[in-house]
T-cell receptor, first 111, second 115 residues
Framework: GQNIDQPTEMTATEGAIVQINCTYQ??????LFWYQQHAGEAPTFLSY????GLEEKGRFSSFLSRSKGYSYLLLKELQMKDSASYLC????????????FGGGTRVLVKP | EPEVTQTPSHQVTQMGQEVILRCVPI?????FYWYRQILGQKVEFLVS????????KSEIFDDQFSVERPDGSNFTLKIRSTKLEDSAMYFC?????????????FGPGTRLTVT
């Protein structure tokens, strides 16, 4: 089966940096996604990692280590609108078309 | 910017009734998905669909569920005999899956309430 762990909640100050860790145990790993989800809304795509290393996209960066089953999402220059849940999701399956989500990390940005 | 659309936004039905949830994926995308999210819980994969057939499905996607692409634009999820525990937000998603375009874009969801 698939097992994905991420912290339940984190609090940070506006303008600061926050790192959200995700560890996974899965068979047939094909890649890892990070999504943002505001309460009552659909997940929105942030990043996708398939190879080891860091992917940077503006204020957001995502890192993957396949050998360690570990990823993190780095949010820089936090803004109030970044208060949301951040979902780690692993792509797997025979055709690589299954996506298993972690429980999400709720980030609260304080002024 | 192209987006995935879903109708209706909210569906209320009685236990045992059939419901059809509708989605219009992004027009040049090739893969389509359904997910559900029970209130306060994680997003769960139901099914993926490619080339007019199911590509993969989860244990949740049992015989009461079916998917269809009735025409060139719509993608539907049918629940034959709804149960109380089917109450959830149902998200449709699509992806291009061409030259690394694996990002799945989610629609706004249909909130299904079974009474």
């Amino acid at each position: 089966g698939q097992n994905i762990d991420q912290p339940t909640e984190m609090t940070a100050t506006e303008g600061a940096i926050v790192q959200i860790n995700c560890t996974y145990q899965t068979s047939g790993f094909n890649g890892l996604f990070w999504y943002q989800q505001h309460a009552g809304e659909a997940p929105t795509f942030l990043s996708y990692n398939v190879l080891d290393g860091l992917e940077e996209k503006g204020r957001f960066s995502s890192f993957l280590s396949r050998s360690k089953g570990y990823s993190y999402l780095l949010l820089k220059e936090l803004q109030m609108k970044d208060s949301a849940s951040y979902l780690c999701a692993v792509r797997w399956g025979a055709a690589g078309n299954k996506l298993t989500f972690g429980g999400g990390t709720r980030v609260l940005v304080k002024p | 910017e192209p987006e995935v659309t879903q109708t209706p936004s909210h569906q209320v039905t009685q236990m045992g009734q059939e419901v059809i949830l509708r989605c219009v994926p992004i027009s040049n995308h090739l893969y389509f998905y359904w997910y559900r999210q029970i209130l306060g819980q994680k997003v769960e994969f139901l099914v993926s669909f490619y080339n007019n057939e199911i590509s993969e499905k989860s244990e949740i996607f049992d015989d009461q569920f079916s998917v269809e692409r009735p025409d060139g634009s719509n993608f539907t999820l049918k629940i034959r005999s709804t149960k109380l525990e089917d109450s959830a937000m149902y998200f449709c998603a699509s992806s291009a899956l061409v030259t690394g375009g694996y990002e799945q874009y989610f629609g706004p969801g249909t909130r299904l309430t079974v009474t």
